[in-house]
């Protein structure tokens, strides 16, 4: 099983960048799927979570408006649009599949809820 996430990079604030998580070894569609985050010197926390179907989505405050969590599970992958961004979303940024499918509030923002993990993609925002 594995959760491979790319598209990180340096950009300048207001820039936009596209995170791709792939998977192998699991069928996507049977998870719900999150983003996290973890900025230096500080702990991993929730950014976005996505349902089974793509139908539903939820956004920590820090970044709704600004990012947009999406999924294509035909191609079994998830997405992170992330559009005006800041120096303070600099961070690497993680994909993660939970098992358990529905919304459930602040348990489904703890890292501890999702039982798979990418490697992460480091995203750096310029001032």
């Known amino acids: 099983v594995q959760l491979q996430a790319s598209g990180g990079g340096l950009v300048q604030a207001g820039g936009s960048l596209r995170l791709s998580c792939a998977a192998s070894g699991l069928t996507l569609s049977n998870y719900d799927m999150g983003w996290f985050r973890q900025a230096p010197g500080k702990e991993r926390e929730f950014v976005a979570r996505?349902?089974?179907?793509?139908?539903?989505?939820y956004y920590a405050d820090s970044v709704k408006g600004r990012f947009i969590i999406s999924r294509d599970n035909a191609k079994n992958t998830a997405y992170l649009q992330m559009n005006s961004l800041k120096p303070e979303d600099t961070a690497v940024f993680y994909c993660?599949?939970?098992?358990?499918?529905?919304?459930?509030?602040?348990?489904?923002?703890?890292?501890?809820?999702?039982?798979?993990w990418g490697q992460g993609t480091l995203v750096t925002v310029s001032s």
């Open positions: 993660a599949a939970d098992t358990t499918l529905g919304y459930r509030g602040t348990t489904s923002t703890r890292r501890e809820s999702y039982e798979y």
């Open positions: 996505v349902s089974w179907s793509g139908a539903s989505t």
